[in-house]
């Protein structure tokens, strides 16, 4: 069985952090490592957060004040043992039960360097059609390709966050670059690294809807 670093940032997150953190542990699977880090929140983020560090072994909590967002999250995601890293934001996100069992089980099956899969958009506690529904469920990109779409904006999505990683080559990646967690330019470095992106067109993150 695989091992999971779910790395989520918590800074002022309370409204949506006992949902986000609940879904991620309740995960079907189990092998994770859960990295919390705060950066000074003013809310009760950092109080719920010791909370479940305090009865979940799986959960470690970082605590830095006014650090840079790429300081704080290079250092996190240096020190994560697992063979590979979901970035999760706890503001407006939380997982399918089944997430990361079926993520894991695709990014084995294909041997992809990262995998992205679709949202649901949630309104007022409802769901919101899914337009990219009606799409082929499984697309594999070589790095052509990758970048090609990439540029496009439609189907590649240009941010850190939902995606599975192969923990070596975002590893690689911050030693190499010394990056800054500026997404875009972020993951245009770390494209370049990518031999095999998997596309899952199935929903298995919910997202509220910003207004």
Not at 11 to 21: A, H, I, Q
Not at 83 to 103: C, F, G, H, P, R
Not at 199 to 210: A, G, R
Request: aromatic letters at 8%.
């Amino acid at each position: 069985m695989c091992k999971v670093s779910v790395i989520i940032p918590i800074y002022n997150s309370d409204r949506n952090l006992n949902k986000c953190l609940n879904s991620v542990r309740n995960q079907t699977h189990e092998d994770l490592e859960i990295i919390l880090f705060d950066n000074g929140s003013t809310d009760n983020s950092k109080q719920i957060a010791k909370g479940y560090a305090r009865f979940d072994k799986r959960v470690s909590l970082f605590n830095t004040n006014n650090l840079e967002m790429h300081e704080v999250i290079n250092y996190v995601t240096d020190n994560s043992t697992g063979e590979y890293i979901l970035y999760v934001d706890s503001k407006n996100t939380w997982l399918d039960k089944n997430a990361i069992k079926i993520m894991i089980e695709k990014a084995e099956q294909f041997n992809s360097d990262i995998m992205q899969v679709d949202y649901h958009q949630v309104e007022n506690n409802s769901l919101l059609h899914n337009n990219r529904s009606n799409r082929e469920e499984e697309l594999i990109l070589d790095n052509k390709h990758l970048i090609e779409e990439l540029n496009k904006g439609d189907i590649v999505r240009n941010n850190i966050w939902g995606k599975l990683y192969k923990t070596d080559l975002i590893k690689e990646m911050l030693v190499t670059n010394k990056m800054k967690v500026e997404e875009s330019r972020w993951m245009t470095k770390l494209i370049n690294q990518v031999k095999k992106y998997l596309i899952l067109h199935k929903p298995m993150i919910y997202q509220i809807k910003e207004s």
